[in-house]
């Protein structure tokens, strides 16, 4: 780098390696020759919510509406299905509505206990159909969790931009106690449903505390030996909301867990790209243009990178697609770019 370049951005880098607040991304130099860091340095830097975390947030609900949907459909076709086959089926039977609708929960949770089971060719092809129908409703919820999980770095990614370091870590901090707190609710309530289940056992299916435990463990692990399971009418009546709820709570521990580990896993690399040392081929490298000068966005976005929060590939999509936003060339935005009926609307 030539001295006078690294004297004109001595301030800047200075302000990124000992970092101090920041009053708004807007103070960053907008006359910029490229289109990524262009648009970056107009961040607005308030706390309004963004289009992208509304659009978010309305697809998760849209999610939710869809399992909740599907888990009807699933449960009522089943129920049809399994109480016409009734008579082509084995094993310890109650009520003929109630068994259907207990066998759906059982196969969809993937419990298994074996205590009713297909005997003909037809019941056991449709159960076949259903038990696949479960896996791919269970596919569908984990793309709630998937949802949830890009959100969540769409959010850092976000934060990342518009606050300063200080700030960062105490909204980090916050949303790390938020989770465990929301970690130790699930854990309770499982703990409740365990205690329920095992008093259900015991009272309902006359089972001993030990057997009791033992089949609440194995039902909400979906491990479902077998040898222990619900078999009065009650006893399932209960089955169908408790092995439901309680596996939709296991899952939902799990993910609680796994986004602790990551969001812990991200800080950890987050502190140690900014406790590095910059040298001149870290400058190179962020210097994004070329011209021998790294403005803030350039930095940001340098940084956001080593910190695997973006990618090159998440780079240049964005790249695309302010080239086709740009209507005049001229590297900006402005409102002379915005379709006529966005401006109208304005």
């Not at 006078?4 to 910029?32: C, E, F, I, W, Y």
């Not at 200080?166 to 309770?188: D, H, Q, R, T, W």
Request: hydrophobic share 40%.
């Amino acid at each position: 780098m030539a001295s006078n370049d690294a004297k004109g951005k001595g301030p800047l880098l200075a302000s990124l390696v000992n970092p101090t607040p920041q009053t708004s991304m807007t103070d960053a130099p907008t006359h910029r020759s490229d289109p990524l860091t262009g648009s970056v340095s107009r961040g607005t830097g308030n706390n309004d919510p963004s289009p992208r975390s509304t659009s978010n947030s309305r697809k998760s609900n849209q999610t939710l509406k869809l399992v909740a949907l599907v888990l009807a459909v699933y449960l009522g076709l089943g129920t049809v299905c399994f109480y016409l086959l009734e008579p082509q089926m084995t094993g310890h039977k109650t009520n003929e509505i109630i068994d259907a609708v207990y066998f759906c929960i059982v196969t969809m949770a993937t419990v298994g206990y074996g205590d009713i089971v297909p005997n003909s060719v037809l019941s056991k092809l449709i159960v076949c159909v259903f038990a696949f129908a479960g896996m791919a409703l269970v596919a569908l919820g984990l793309t709630k969790a998937v949802d949830y999980f890009m959100k969540k770095q769409a959010d850092l990614l976000i934060n990342a931009l518009h606050m300063d370091q200080n700030s960062s870590e105490a909204k980090y901090e916050k949303n790390y106690k938020g989770v465990k707190y929301k970690c130790l609710v699930v854990i309770i309530i499982i703990l409740m449903l365990m205690i329920v289940g095992t008093a259900v056992l015991a009272t309902v299916e006359k089972l001993d505390l030990i057997d009791a435990f033992y089949c609440v463990s194995v039902t909400i692990t979906t491990l479902g030996y077998g040898d222990k399971s619900f078999k009065t009418e009650r006893g399932r009546i209960f089955a169908v909301f408790w092995i439901l709820t309680s596996t939709i709570f296991v899952a939902q521990f799990l993910c609680y867990i796994t986004e602790l580990h990551v969001q812990r896993g991200q800080r950890e690399l987050v502190k140690q790209v900014l406790s590095q040392k910059i040298t001149n081929k870290d400058l190179e490298a962020a210097d994004l243009d070329k011209d021998k000068s790294v403005e803030l966005a350039e930095f940001i976005v340098d940084r956001l990178k080593k910190m695997e929060k973006i990618s090159e590939d998440d780079i240049a999509d964005i790249k695309k697609e302010f080239g086709k936003r740009d209507v005049n060339k001229s590297n900006t935005l402005t409102e002379s770019d915005l379709p006529q009926s966005t401006q109208a609307e304005n």
